[in-house]
């Protein structure tokens, strides 16, 4: 069970596996509609209902996913005060994101009134933005922690040469990591966020959307690939 293809199948069996990969899926599509709409307009067309489709069944796969901040408070919210607070707040905003866009779904595909998609997509764009700064505050603390903790094993492995210091540092090094990642998702989410929020040029246009999503959707990948 240590193989591409193993992983590949333990990675796709998750429900983050197949919102990674058909968020990826979305926001090519979205980048070759951008790309090709004045010269191939039917083609363009193809690739704006794959865009479509792929973020709707998005939307699907998430359904009840607001409960996992709520769970991920119930276990165990953070080890300091600071972060305890920074987890209430992230995950308070997330579990509005996933709620309401629950109904943002059900809007679009006109099992509810479609002129609810608006307003929901506000809240549940807003709720995100919110949880996400606060998300990226945390892996920032997280990190300078982990940076002050690895100086402090760089010096008493030197003076020792202790094997576990040289472990306990590659752990850290290999968490920094994960956290980078998870702070590239949140801040290119942030920005995919703020579009609907706040509707201007930079953030709403094509290539912006594209390479943020992308790079949501890869970052993703990184993070919860099998070891």
Avoid at 20 to 42: G, I
Avoid at 55 to 79: E, H, I, M, V
Wanted: hydrophobic residues 50%; proline residues 3%.
């Amino acid at each position: 069970m240590n193989d591409t293809v193993d992983k590949l199948v333990i990675f796709l069996a998750k429900r983050d596996g197949i919102d990674k990969l058909v968020k990826t899926f979305q926001y090519v599509s979205k980048l070759v509609h951008w790309h090709v709409e004045a010269t191939h307009p039917d083609a363009a067309m193809r690739f704006k209902q794959w865009e479509v489709a792929s973020g709707l069944s998005r939307k699907a796969f998430r359904t009840g996913r607001f409960l996992t901040g709520f769970n991920a408070l119930r276990r165990g919210p953070g080890a300091t005060p600071t972060l305890k607070v920074l987890a209430v707040l992230a995950n308070a905003g997330e579990m509005v994101y996933f709620f309401f866009d629950h109904f943002l779904w059900l809007s679009r595909i006109g099992t509810l009134d479609a002129k609810l998609a608006r307003r929901m997509s506000f809240i549940s764009a807003l709720g995100e933005s919110f949880g996400y700064i606060f998300f990226i505050i945390a892996d920032f603390i997280i990190m300078k922690e982990g940076l002050e903790t690895e100086r402090r094993l760089l010096i008493s492995s030197k003076e020792d040469g202790s094997e576990d210091a040289k472990e306990s540092t590659r752990k850290i090094r290999a968490e920094r990591v994960m956290r980078l990642m998870a702070v590239a998702a949140n801040v290119a989410d942030l920005i995919i966020a703020l579009a609907d929020i706040e509707p201007n040029p930079f953030c709403n246009h094509a290539v912006t959307l594209g390479i943020s999503g992308l790079v949501s959707a890869w970052a993703g990948w990184y993070r919860n690939w099998p070891s």
